[in-house]
């Protein structure tokens, strides 16, 4: 029996690794999408059935060749977690254009293209579970996130919008809210003073993510929020 397909969309050092690891772990063959492969094909050849993909979430060309290519070597996507994410930090005064519409392409029009890639055979299985990692960001605008969180809040809606159009049909769509600074090299080289519990750990937001893409059609879940107790909110 073949084991049922996760794709992970954006994978780094960070959250991408853990959930891939994670539903590695529990025996599904992830695909493992990044617009640079070095680090995903590194982490593919630890995990048994996984593997890499160059992918561009900006572009459709892209987007549909990597997934042609996944249903072609690993199946049909049971599973697929959206963590592909980025932005600038800036007042509307200071930040251009281009700089905003990146933001937008890379967190709303990126979720749009994959998951189009991925919601027929989910319907035609009559289940599937779509899960984004967003951010707090989306949930309000601070003076310094100008283009990073218009981007954010378009995710969020375009996931409930999925949420309520995919239900009936059987697929669990649902957004993980980061609310803090997830524990990265980057992270940790940006913040050396701040302690180990300052930080989100990666591979406790894979378990949530597991949890969403497992939970019981009677219960569902749309929006989760996952901050560090001492996070302030």
């Known amino acids: 029996m073949s084991k049922p397909v996760c794709a992970v969309v954006g994978v780094g050092p960070g959250n991408g690794s853990a959930l891939a690891r994670r539903f590695a772990a529990e025996g599904y063959a992830v695909a493992l999408l990044a617009r640079n492969t070095a680090q995903a094909a590194a982490l593919a050849q630890e995990l048994e059935g996984a593997r890499a993909y160059a992918c561009d979430v900006t572009d459709a060309v892209s987007v549909g060749n990597a997934f042609s290519r996944i249903r072609a070597e690993l199946g049909d996507v ?17 930040i251009t254009a281009e700089a905003f519409e990146a933001a937008w392409r890379v967190n709303a029009l990126g979720a ?23 951010a707090t960001a989306s949930m309000r605008g601070m003076p310094m996130t100008a283009a990073f969180a218009p981007a954010k809040a378009a995710q969020r809606i375009l996931a409930e919008s999925m949420a309520r159009s995919l239900g009936p049909a059987g697929i669990h ?19 050396p003073d701040k302690s180990e519990e300052f930080f989100i750990k990666p591979e406790e937001v894979a378990d949530n993510v597991f949890w969403l893409a497992r939970q019981p059609r009677s219960a569902w ?13």
């Open 221 to 233: 879940s749309f929006a989760v929020d996952a901050r560090p107790y001492g996070e302030k909110w």
């Open 78 to 94: 049971a599973v697929l977690v959206y963590n592909a994410g980025s932005g600038v930090w800036g007042s509307v005064e200071q």
């Open 173 to 191: 769509v649902a957004l993980v809210i980061l609310d803090g600074v997830v524990d990265n090299p980057k992270t940790r080289e940006r913040m």
């Open 112 to 134: 749009l293209l994959v998951g189009q890639q991925v919601i027929p055979a989910m319907k035609a299985a009559g289940a599937g579970a779509i899960i984004f990692i967003g």
